[in-house]
Each structure stands twice: as structure tokens, then as C-alpha cells.
């Protein structure tokens, strides 16, 4: 079941939602699982009032297995920000993180979003093909060239509502 996490709910349920993650991080080495940025990051992304911004949880039998979350970085031209797309390390490769990122865009097309951009590490090969599949397309340019505040050293995919 894919839970939809605004605002509010984030602000009610931060203690809960953490537990979740950090479980979802937990016997995975992978340097990305790093429980305190990503809490950081989502206080970031919830704390913009301007914009809105959402994370999508995939939950089954009580376990968090997928999660990722999107912020409308600039709400003049409707452009969007995909980040985090995190599996259990157990469950990849079984299609958690494509339905999960496919909720996330209609949820932006509800929102009247225009483009969706996410940045993929350099040698994130899975993501991208993940990314591809979706319709995603490489746009020749690295994430923090699209934008100031972007991360380095992630190239960017774009994906057109």
C-alpha cells in the first residue's frame, strides 16, 4: 500500500515515519542509507511553505519496503524535484520503486506540474535505467547545472508532464 505523506502528516507523524526509515536503511551499507541526512532533508522539503512537497511510503505488512518523496522547487513554472528513491535492500528489482515513482507522477499531474526532474548518481546504473523506463530522458547536463541548489556530481533526468 502506497501512503501519501504531506505537510501535516509529515509534522504529526515525524517519530513514525523515522522508525520506518530507519528500518528501511537497516542492513544496508550503501552510503546513501544514511537515516540523519535523509530526516534533515525531509524537514528541508517540508518546511518550504511556498511549495509543495510530498514523500510516498510503500508499505506492506507493516514494513516500509520503498520509499520517495518530490518537492515542487518552483511553483512559477511548476517544476518538480524527485529525490530519495530508496528500496529495501531485500525487496529491489521487484518493481516497488517504478510503481512508487509512477504515483508520484500523478500526483504531480494533478498538481499541474510541468516537468519532473530527479539526479541520478554517476555510477547509479539501476537508477537510470529505472528512470529511462520510465521516460526519463538524460538531458546532457549535471543536476546542479539545471539549477543553484541542486547536488554535484548527479546527472540530470528529466521527465516532461
Known sequence: MIKVIDRTIYNKEKETIKNLIADLFKNDNDIIANLEETMEHLDFIFSQEKN??????NIEDNEL???VNFLEYNNILNDWCLFSVFTKKEKRKKGYAKDIIKEGIKIVKENKGNRIIAGIEYDNIPSEQLHEKLGFKYCGLDWDEIDDGFPEKHKAYIWRC
Open 52 to 57: 509543495k512537497s510530498f514523500l510516498l511510503l
Open 65 to 67: 519496503v520503498c520509499m
